[in-house]
């Protein structure tokens, strides 16, 4: 079973338009969630992050939000630069000292000039 | 060398044959981590090794095994592999086992035929 879901496997978004990647868990041990950025024959770089005694995080053009009641939080990316399309990766950790990240498929996001 | 270096960046491997993959890091991190991507699954962990002397299994740890011999080298081996072992392969560190932002080579494409 899928604890974290990225259920659209691709967006499209206009230049300087926002951008909104969405990102659900079912597991209510995760205690901290992660985006990461992965462009074509890269490894994923690691974006930004949120802690699960908050609700938002953001980072200049970045910012996520944790909705720990509907187990779901989402990626803003605005404004929505050409640069920025890549696949991007929810991942989430439970409590504990093993760190193990959970991570979802991923979403493709083409930002079109 | 800058970061966490894995080689070879791509290899064909006929099935049955033993193979390693290299990592390398220079950032002295003591964890370090070992990833699977395939297409629609997301990053899969497959072992992991919280410092030197010591590893784990992740998510998917079957049909591989790993060592921690120094803090700077994590080379995952394939005994014998088979068709579904085709992947691309990403190694991961993190300064210590409690912090999530890893990061990550630059892949190694590993196709089994």
């Known amino acids: 079973d899928q604890q974290v879901k990225q259920n659209s496997p691709s967006l499209s978004v206009q230049e300087g338009r926002i951008s909104i990647l969405n990102c659900d868990y079912t597991?209510?041990?995760?205690?901290?969630f992660l985006w990461y950025k992965k462009y074509p024959a890269e490894g994923p770089t690691f974006l930004i992050s949120?802690?699960?005694?908050?609700d938002k995080n953001e980072d200049g053009r970045f910012t996520v939000f944790l909705n720990k009641s509907a187990k779901h939080l989402s990626l803003h990316i605005v404004p929505s630069q050409p640069g920025d399309s890549a696949v991007y990766f929810c991942?989430?950790?439970?409590?504990?000292?093993?760190?193990?990240?959970?991570f979802g498929k991923g979403t493709l996001l083409t930002v079109n000039p | 060398i800058a970061g966490i270096t894995q080689a070879p960046t791509s290899q064909i491997l006929a099935a049955g044959r033993r193979m390693t993959l290299r990592c390398t890091q220079d950032?002295?991190?003591?964890?370090m981590y070992w990833y699977r991507q395939d297409l629609g699954l997301g990053l899969r962990l497959i072992h992991y090794?919280?410092?030197?002397?010591?590893?784990g299994k992740g998510e998917v740890p079957d049909g591989y095994s790993v060592s921690r011999a120094n803090t700077d080298d994590f080379p995952l081996t394939l005994a014998s592999a088979v068709p579904s072992q085709t992947s691309v392969y990403f190694c991961?560190?993190?300064?210590?086992?409690?912090?999530?932002?890893?990061?990550f080579g630059q892949g190694t494409r590993l196709t089994v035929v």
């Open positions: 090794s919280n410092t030197a002397g010591t590893t």
């Open positions: 949120i802690s699960s005694i908050k």
């Open positions: 950032m002295r991190h003591n964890a």
């Open positions: 991961a560190s993190t300064p210590d086992s409690l912090n999530t932002e890893a990061f």
């Open positions: 991942a989430a950790k439970s409590g504990g000292s093993n760190y193990k990240l959970t």
């Open positions: 597991n209510s041990m995760f205690d901290y």
